[in-house]
């Protein structure tokens, strides 16, 4: 057995929008709701899942500048608008060679922090995951 280590990770985000990414965060949640009668005296309550899960996703990394298609793609008088897919487009989170999750990403949002004389400027995307998301994991 061997521990999966950051340093092989990646990400694979719809074309258009860009940047030098450096890390990301899958999350995914199941609605459970309480289904507990008035008369109930047991101990407890009672619950119940939807069957569903929602993912969502977040990744980030640095603006990267001077060579084609760099721009981060969310001004709306750009020729890519991403963020603004309605539809969103495949993207591969890579934890380490042979284990991936795949899914559609959907954008809803961006985030850009500028700070005078700072190394580099982050940016970071989030959206959802509309529908599955694919898991390959290696084995061997």
Do not use: Q
């Not at 309550?45 to 084609?68: E, M, P, Q, R, W």
């Not at 190394?119 to 970071?124: E, F, K, V, Y």
């Amino acid at each position: 057995m061997a521990r999966v280590s950051g340093k092989n990770g990646a990400v694979t985000l719809p074309s258009g929008l860009n940047a030098d990414l450096n890390r990301f965060s899958l999350s995914g949640s199941h609605p459970v709701d309480d289904d507990t009668a008035y008369g109930d005296t047991l101990f407890g309550a009672s619950h119940h899942g939807c069957g569903t899960i929602t993912y969502s996703a977040d990744c980030g990394g640095f603006l990267k500048s001077n060579v084609a298609s760099t721009a981060p793609g969310v001004g709306l008088a750009s020729s890519t608008v991403v963020l603004a897919d309605v539809d969103g487009a495949s993207t591969t989170f890579t934890h380490h060679t042979g284990c991936t999750h795949v899914g559609t990403f959907i954008p809803t949002g961006f985030n850009i922090s500028h700070a005078k004389r700072s190394g580099a400027i982050p940016i970071s995307y989030s959206g959802v995951i509309d529908g599955d998301l694919v898991e390959t994991w290696a084995t061997a």
